[in-house]
């Protein structure tokens, strides 16, 4: 069974930084992209930030230059550097992953993890 587990959320004040995790386990056979989205209250879910297999990341508008994604390939996780937070970042973040297991591919989600924002 494949599963990915988010950690590293938590409550924040403006101007703090957090740093995200996201360990994926179970038969994996090989992991393409990672990423991450986030829900806010009362909105639809946003893709914040991707990671190729090869490094190749992209963000959107609203976090580039503040969030940086990576990954550790050997350990099937993935990081969200997260600086100079501000309120309107407060969401719940999703891990996905594209991933391989056995001979079918396919998107896997965690959880979900709460960044609040807010003095």
């Known amino acids: 069974q494949v599963q990915l587990v988010e950690s590293g959320g938590d409550l924040v004040q403006p101007g703090g930084s957090l740093r995200l995790s996201c360990a994926a386990s179970?038969?994996?056979?090989?992991?393409?992209?990672m990423g991450w989205y986030r829900q806010a209250p009362g909105k639809q879910r946003e893709l914040i930030a991707s990671?190729?297999?090869?490094?190749?990341?992209n963000y959107v508008d609203s976090v580039k230059g503040r969030f940086i994604i990576s990954r550790d390939n050997a350990k099937n996780t993935a990081f969200l550097q997260m600086n100079s937070l501000r309120p309107e970042d407060t969401a719940v973040y999703y891990c996905?992953?594209?991933?391989?297991?056995?001979?079918?591919?396919?998107?896997?989600w965690g959880q979900g993890t709460q960044v609040t924002v807010s003095s």
């Open positions: 179970g038969s994996i056979t090989d992991i393409y992209t």
């Open positions: 996905y992953g594209d991933l391989r297991v056995g001979f079918r591919s396919g998107y896997y």
């Open positions: 990671i190729t297999s090869g490094g190749d990341t």
